[in-house]
């Protein structure tokens, strides 16, 4: 099993930027993927991007790209997702989630951050 904890979270204005990171602990594969998800009060919880212990290559998806980055430090078995020119409409509870490679889903995920962008 993987554990993983997130943090940075907290509350910022409109514009502003917050840098999120999750740290993975556990034993994990070098095909393993790790991806950032977000969920809104009353929504779905929907995938912002993710990335593989051995790819430099992350993926975000394009309602987000202009703004987010996710990226990795292998060595601090650490992943991030910076996200910039905030706004209201991302505030949310931020997840890390890891896919094993012989899985076909996310089974293990941390207990979230709290994004909040103020207007």
């Known amino acids: 099993q993987v554990r993983l904890l997130e943090s940075g979270g907290g509350l910022v204005q409109a514009g502003g930027s917050l840098k999120l990171s999750c740290l993975a602990s556990g034993r994990m594969l070098p095909s393993d993927t790790m991806g950032w998800f977000r969920q809104a009060p009353g929504k779905d919880r929907e995938l912002v991007g993710h990335i593989r212990w051995n790819d430099d290559s992350p993926y975000v998806t394009d309602s987000v790209k202009d703004r987010f980055a996710i990226s990795k430090d292998n060595a601090k078995n650490t992943v991030y997702l910076e996200m910039n020119r905030l706004k209201p409409e991302d505030t949310a509870t931020y997840y890390c989630?890891?896919?094993?490679?012989?899985?076909?889903?996310?089974?293990?995920w941390g207990q979230g951050t709290q994004v909040t962008v103020s207007s």
């Open positions: 989630g890891c896919k094993r490679s012989y899985r076909p889903q996310y089974d293990d």
